[in-house]
């Protein structure tokens, strides 16, 4: 059981860790390693883990009791941090899955962006866009552009570039899914 103290004389304020928690944690990092590759299937994950876990320990070391055992603070500083990563990668397959149904979203275009050639609905549907839309999504969607390098490419703001890629994608999800109602074309809105 470790009892040593991780808690320095510096005012509260300062945020520096002392040389006793830093000789404590130094101590207990081997075990960290090896409870995070027992957590993790990768080995950079299970890096991540340590050190993020040692910054969390060194940011609240002012949380950490005397006389408590230091081992078992850091174990559950480390599993806390990793169920809410898996937490969280839980809810972004979820949201990434509910997407995958929705014709509007930009996982659809994303994946068609991906295959070497458009499928011939959705290539027509570009290239039924006004021009100022379809520049947007040819470069944003199709070419991996950053909205930034596309405004600039554009000579338009990035504003305007996020503005026109929402609208186009509406319309490409509109056209996709009911190809007969939209026959006429949609002005551009420079």
Same mark, same amino acid.
């Given at each position: 059981m470790l009892t040593e103290p991780m808690l320095s004389t510096a005012p509260a304020n300062d945020r520096r860790p002392s040389l006793a928690s830093l000789l404590a944690l130094d101590a207990e990092l081997p075990r960290l390693r090896a409870h995070a590759r027992r957590l993790c299937t990768r080995e950079a994950d299970a890096l991540d883990l340590? $050190?993020? #876990? *040692?910054?969390?320990? &060194?940011?609240?070391?002012?949380?950490?009791?005397?006389?408590?055992?230091?081992?078992?603070?850091?174990?559950?500083?480390?599993?806390?941090?990793?169920?809410?990563?898996?937490?969280?990668?839980?809810?972004?397959?979820?949201?990434?899955?509910?997407?995958?149904?929705?014709?509007?979203?930009?996982?659809?275009?994303?994946?068609?962006?991906? $295959?070497? #050639? *458009?499928?011939?609905? &959705?290539?027509?549907?570009?290239r039924a866009l006004p021009d100022g839309f379809r520049r947007v999504v040819e470069l944003v969607d199709l070419e991996g552009f950053e909205y930034r390098d596309a405004a600039t490419a554009l000579g338009i703001p990035v504003g305007t570039v996020m503005s026109r890629l929402h609208r186009a994608r509406r319309l490409l999800g509109e056209r996709l899914t009911h190809p007969a109602a939209h026959t006429e074309p949609v002005r551009d809105a420079a």
């Open positions: 340590v $050190q993020d #876990t *040692l910054l969390r320990a &060194l940011v609240y070391e002012h949380r950490f009791e005397h006389g408590s055992n230091l081992r078992a603070w850091l174990r559950q500083i480390q599993l806390s941090i990793f169920v809410s990563r898996y937490r969280r990668g839980r809810r972004e397959k979820r949201a990434l899955e509910k997407l995958s149904f929705d014709p509007c979203s930009w996982v659809h275009l994303e994946a068609a962006a991906t $295959q070497p #050639t *458009l499928g011939h609905g &959705l290539e027509l549907a570009v």
